[in-house]
């Protein structure tokens, strides 16, 4: 199966280009996680090549100001191996939360109290917004 890619992606001149760009990727990404420590390997990432800067995704600002702080040693570490990077560029990768919603708690109100509720909003002004408000809990209390 994967000779079978390897053969379409090496057929046309931008596959090819996109192909080999791809690769120049995946080395710099091995060359990245050898040459940092293992807790900030696996908050970052390779993003792009663009000329002789490479992009790099942090997964926080903590990251990212650490791999700016060791840019420098990485351009060299990269030169040492024959790869012409001139600047490091840093960016913070949003990361997509999903958290579930849990469905609201289902509420409900005894018998008993429904009619002291009843009975007391019976006992307020007919115009009053708290009397209004307790007859409203009241009957959405009896459909649940």
Not at 14 to 39: E, G, I, S, T, Y
């Amino acid at each position: 199966m994967t000779q079978l890619i390897q053969r379409f992606l090496g057929t046309g001149d931008a596959l090819a280009r996109l192909k080999d760009h791809a690769a120049r990727l995946v080395r710099l990404q091995n060359l990245l996680q050898q040459h940092l420590p293992p807790a900030l390997a696996s908050a970052c990432s390779v993003a792009n090549l663009k000329g002789d800067t490479l992009v790099l995704l942090a997964n926080g600002g903590a990251a990212a100001a650490r791999l700016k702080q060791i840019a420098p040693s990485l351009i060299q570490q990269f030169g040492a191996v024959g790869l012409p990077i001139k600047t490091v560029q840093v960016k913070v990768k949003v990361l997509e939360t999903h958290e579930e919603r849990r469905p609201p708690p289902q509420r409900t109100i005894s018998e008993d109290g429904s009619r002291s509720i009843a009975d007391f909003s019976a006992t307020l002004p007919a115009d009053s917004p708290l009397r209004e408000s307790l007859e409203r809990l009241v009957r959405r209390s009896r459909r649940d």
